[in-house]
């Protein structure tokens, strides 16, 4: 059984609410902004951030509940955090220095702030507040690419079966588009630079790099927390 301090349960609770509440108002918004604009309308469930986000505010859900009820939290949902905090971290990472760029002004929307911006910061700072009462084994760092590895193959065959993610794209993301110039094995001097494979492996990459420093920094903070005087545990 995991076991928090008062000022720990406290930190983690709030940071619980807020990706709940800023996940679930950012994908209403995204829905109603209508299906022309980027991961907009009916579509909206479509798109890796929008999964990533209910993903997180679900896990987030179920922890806030077993924490006030004073519940044990099982192994098993501290990997599922784990994995889904790697993954929104994709989410906001890709976002404001991939995808943000080539949108310009017009990324900046509400919208687009809560599900890239808000919950990603609140899930990771909640996954380091509530993980020094976790026991994560680095064996478990694999895990994190499991979603875009679902997520990859789900895009794959939406682009073969021409499913619409954005009017007149059958792709999400335009390093999933198959169809560019550098193809899946290519390199290009324009967007998207190099084919899909290359950018998929890429990711793959450094969510295992990802996935292994926070697990490094959870361990750091474990050993900070042990050096304190037993009696800090109840602040």
Known sequence: MSVFSKRQMAVSCVLKIVVIISAVLGTLLSAYAGRHSFMGGSRVLMFFTIQSN????????????????????????????????????????????????????AAWNLQNILTHVVVPVAAITDFFAA?????????????????????????????????????????????????????????TDELPYMGCVWWILAIFAALLIVGYLYLAITDLLKKIRDRQPSGKLQD
């Open 54 to 105: 209910i993903a997180v505010a679900a896990v987030s859900a179920i922890g806030l509940g077993l924490m006030l009820r004073n519940k044990s939290i099982s192994k098993t949902w501290w990997v599922i955090k784990f994995v889904v905090t790697v993954s929104i971290t994709l989410t906001g990472v890709v976002f404001c220095f991939v995808l943000a760029p080539t949108l310009g002004n």
């Open 131 to 187: 993980g020094v009462s976790s026991d994560i084994r680095k064996r478990n760092t694999f895990w994190v690419i499991v979603p875009p590895v679902l997520y990859a193959v789900y895009a794959g065959i939406g682009y073969v079966k021409n499913w619409q993610f954005v009017e007149g794209y059958n792709y999400p993301y335009f390093f999933l588009n198959w169809g560019s110039p550098a193809g899946a094995l290519g390199f």
